[in-house]
C-alpha cells in the first residue's frame, strides 16, 4: 500500500471517516505519521474552543477575585482555587462519572459524558481558572500612574475599565497568558486517557501513539513523531500569539517593549 | 495494565467484630465495616504510596536538575548543549508522553544492557517483528522473583521518569537562578584568586538557592498534581484504587454490594489534592518570608519597612 493511499485513508480517521480498521499489522512509518497526526485534529478542537470559551469567563473571574464585593470575590476566588489546586487528570475523571450520573437522572445530560463536549468543559473551567489568576495578577500590577491618569480625566465605570484597565491588564498578562496557551494545548493529551473513552477508537494524537506503542512495543518511533507535531503545534502558538503581543505592545518605544519569554510549565 | 494484585489484602480478617454479617447491621455500621475491608486498607495504604512518591522524587528531580544547570552553563560545549537539549526537549512536549515513553524505553534499555551482559552468544535479533525478546536471565525483574521486587521495580520506574521530567523543570529554573546571583559576586571570588570550580561551589551554589526558591516551591505544587499520573505508569495508586472501589458491586462478588459510588471516591481524591496543595501553600510561604528576611531583594525590602512602620 502506498504512503498516498495510506494518508487518503487515515487522515481524516480521527473524525471518524476512512478505514475503519486500524492497521493490525506490518505498520508503517507512513501509518504512524498519517493517523498520530489525524489525532492532532482532536488536541486543536480542544485546545482550540477551550481558550476561546476560557478567555471571556478568565477575564469575568479575574474582575471578580478583584472586586470588593465579596458576593462576587468569593465564588471568583473559590472556582481559581479549586481548579489550579486539584489535579486536572483528577478533575477529568470526577466530571466523567459526574456527567454519568448526571445522565442516570436526565438524558438531555447525555451529551457530556462523551469526550468531545464533557472533556471540553473540563478543560474550558480550567482554562479559565489558570488565565483567571494570571489577569488578576495583572490586574494588581496596572501601575499606579495609570489609573491616577484615567481619575484625571474624569474617566469612572466602564469607560475607565475599556479604555485604561483592559488594554493594560491584557499587555501586562500576554506573555504568562502564552504559556498558558501552550500548556492547554500539552494538556489536552490527557483527555482519553481519563475516564472519556474513545469513541470507536476516534482519539487524539496520544491515544494513536500509545496505540502504535502498545501494538509495536517500540516506544522509539510513535513518541518522538508525536513529539514532533506537538513542538510544530507550540511554535505555531508561539507564532500567532507573538504577533497578538506585537500589536498590544505597538505604542510603546521600542526598547520597553516586552519580549515573550516561553516557559510553559509542565502539568497542571 | 495493572497484573499485581493483592490476595493477601482481600482476606485479612474484619476489624470489628459485628462486621461477620453485613445485612443484619445498621446505616452506620455498615459503612464502618464497609471503609474497613481489605480492600480498602490497599486503598489508605496506597495515599502513603503517593507522599513516598513525592519524597523520593522531589530530592532525585532537585539532583537531576542540579546537573542539568550545570550542564547547561558549563564552558565545555557538548557538555553544555546536552543540558540545553534537556530542558528545551522536556519543556516543548506533553509530560504525559513522556511518561508513557520513558516506562517502556527505560524497562527496554534496562533489560538490553543486562542481555548484553548476561548473554554475549545470544544469535538472534533482539527486536522479532513487533516483539522485544531477550534472554531469560536478563529479564528485569527475574521470571521467577517474589511479587515485591516486581512491585519495587514498577515504584522505581517510576520514581526515574518522573525524576527525568521534573529535573528537566528543576534544571530550568535553577539555570535561571545561577544567572541571577550577581555578576559582581563572582568577580569578587575571582579577584581573590578563586579558581572557577571554587568560586561555583563556595559563591554560587549558596548563594542561587534565594532566586531559586519561588520556582522550587511553584514545581514541589506542579509535582504534587502530577502523582495520579502514577495510574498511567501501572503502579497501584489511588486513582487505580478509587476505580476500583468505586465500581458497582453485586452482591454475587462483595459482601458490601452497592451501586456505582466512583463520583464519590474521586471526590474524596479531590478534597485531598486541595488539602495538600492549601497545607503547602501555607508553608512555602513561610519558608519564603524566612528566606527573604534580610536579603537585598524587594520581598526583603518590603518586609523591612513593614517592620519600621
Redesign the interface.
Known amino acids: 500500500m502506498s504512503c498516498l493511499q495510506t494518508i487518503a485513508d487515515y487522515s481524516l480517521r480521527s473524525l471518524g471517516m476512512g478505514e475503519r480498521l486500524l492497521p493490525k ?1 506490518d ?1 508503517t512509518l507512513c501509518q504512524q505519521f498519517t493517523l498520530i497526526g489525524s489525532g492532532m485534529l482532536h488536541n486543536i478542537y480542544f485546545g482550540l474552543l477551550a481558550l476561546i470559551a476560557g478567555f471571556f469567563l478568565a477575564v469575568a473571574l479575574a474582575v471578580g477575585k478583584n472586586s470588593a464585593n465579596p458576593l462576587l470575590r468569593k465564588p471568583a476566588e473559590w472556582t481559581i ?2 481548579f489550579r ?7 477529568f ?2 466530571a466523567y ?2 456527567f ?2 448526571l445522565k442516570g437522572v436526565a438524558p438531555f445530560f447525555g451529551p457530556l459524558t462523551s469526550a468531545w463536549l464533557g472533556a471540553l468543559v473540563v478543560l474550558f473551567l480550567n482554562t479559565a481558572a489558570y488565565s483567571g489568576e494570571i489577569f488578576y495578577g495583572a490586574l494588581q500590577s496596572i501601575p499606579k500612574g495609570d489609573l491616577e491618569a484615567a481619575d484625571a480625566y474624569g474617566l469612572t465605570g466602564w469607560p475607565r475599565f475599556k479604555r485604561v484597565i483592559w488594554p493594560t491588564m491584557l499587555r501586562l498578562a500576554w506573555p504568562a497568558y502564552t504559556n498558558e496557551a501552550i500548556f492547554l494545548f ?2 489536552t ?2 483527555v482519553y ?1 481519563s475516564g472519556f473513552p474513545a469513541f470507536k477508537q476516534m482519539g487524539d494524537a ?1 491515544y494513536y ?2 496505540y502504535f ?1 502498545d ?6 518511533i510513535p ?1 518522538p513523531i ?2 514532533g507535531y ?2 510544530l503545534l ?1 511554535l505555531i502558538v508561539t507564532g500567532i500569539f507573538g504577533l497578538i503581543n506585537k500589536r498590544l505592545n505597538r505604542h510603546l518605544p521600542q526598547n520597553q517593549r516586552q519580549k515573550l519569554r516561553i ?6 | 495494565m495493572h497484573k499485581y494484585s493483592h490476595p493477601d489484602l482481600a482476606k485479612r480478617p474484619a476489624i470489628f467484630s459485628f462486621c461477620t454479617d453485613p445485612d443484619t447491621l445498621g446505616q452506620f455500621q455498615w459503612l464502618a465495616c464497609y471503609l474497613t475491608t481489605g480492600k480498602h486498607m490497599g486503598f489508605y495504604i496506597s495515599f502513603g504510596t503517593v507522599l513516598l512518591l513525592l519524597a523520593v522524587t522531589a530530592p532525585t528531580a532537585l539532583l537531576f536538575g542540579f546537573g542539568g544547570a550545570s550542564a547547561a552553563r558549563s564552558t565545555f560545549l557538548p557538555l553544555r548543549w546536552f543540558g540545553k537539549a534537556y530542558i528545551a526537549i522536556v519543556r516543548g512536549v506533553p509530560d504525559i508522553a513522556f511518561f508513557l515513553f520513558f516506562v517502556i524505553a527505560l524497562d527496554q534499555g534496562i533489560e538490553w544492557l543486562r542481555h548484553q551482559v548476561k548473554c554475549p552468544d545470544w544469535d538472534q535479533p533482539i527486536r522479532q517483528g513487533n516483539d522485544f525478546v531477550v534472554c531469560a536471565a536478563a529479564k528485569m525483574p527475574l521470571g521467577n522473583a517474589p511479587q515485591w521486587i516486581h512491585e519495587v521495580y514498577g515504584f522505581g520506574l517510576a520514581v526515574v521518569t518522573f525524576a527525568i521530567v521534573f529535573g528537566a523543570f528543576a534544571a530550568n529554573v535553577m539555570y535561571g537562578a545561577m544567572r541571577a546571583v550577581p555578576r559582581a559576586q563572582l568577580e569578587t571570588a575571582e579577584a581573590y584568586g578563586m579558581t572557577p570550580r571554587q568560586t561555583f561551589w563556595r559563591i554560587l551554589v549558596p548563594q542561587m538557592w534565594v532566586y531559586a526558591l519561588p520556582g522550587l516551591g511553584n514545581l514541589w505544587m506542579v509535582l504534587i498534581k502530577a502523582t495520579p499520573l502514577l495510574f498511567l505508569l501501572g503502579v497501584e495508586d489511588i486513582v487505580y484504587w478509587a476505580r476500583e472501589l468505586g465500581g458497582a458491586k453485586t452482591a454475587r462478588f462483595t459482601d458490601y454490594p452497592h451501586a456505582d459510588w466512583r463520583l464519590w471516591y474521586f471526590f474524596v481524591l479531590l478534597l485531598f489534592y486541595l488539602g495538600f496543595t492549601r497545607v503547602s501553600e501555607i508553608y512555602l510561604d513561610r519558608i519564603m518570608k524566612k528566606l527573604t528576611h534580610g536579603q537585598a531583594t524587594t520581598g526583603g525590602e518590603a518586609q523591612r519597612k513593614g517592620a519600621a512602620t
Open positions: 499489522s505498520f482555587f479549586v489546586g486539584s489535579p486536572l487528570f483528577i478533575q475523571f470526577f462519572f459526574l454519568l450520573s500539552h494538556a493529551a490527557l486517557f496520544l501513539a500509545s506503542a501494538k509495536t512495543f517500540n516506544p522509539f513518541y508525536l513529539a506537538f513542538i507550540t516557559r510553559p510549565r509542565l502539568i497542571r
